[in-house]
């Protein structure tokens, strides 16, 4: 069973994406954080509890790829998935470099 963190701040994107990863009989339990300072707060008090985080660029609180290197500094790039509706085609570069 895994636990999964999803970042996403657009509701109904969310809570759609949410339930259907829900219904996946291998996850236990997910958990949505729709801000940058949800998400550290949650990483920084639980860091080895989650096995997939899937990651919007674009929520309040991140700039760039901000979120994405704190993830990183936390040891979990290596279990994120970025899913992002920016076109900024210098960050598919960088993510990659970074491990993601």
Known sequence: MINVLFIEDQPVVSEATADKIARNP??????????AEKTLAVLRDEPDRWD???LDL???GAVGL?????I???GKASVT?????NPCADYIAQIAAAGF
């Open 66 to 70: 901000s979120l994405a290197m704190e």
């Open 52 to 54: 997939l985080i899937f």
């Open 26 to 35: 291998l996850v236990a339990e997910i958990q949505v954080c729709n801000s």
């Open 58 to 60: 674009d929520v309040p």
């Open 72 to 74: 990183k500094n936390l």
């Open 81 to 85: 998935c970025i899913l992002t509706g």
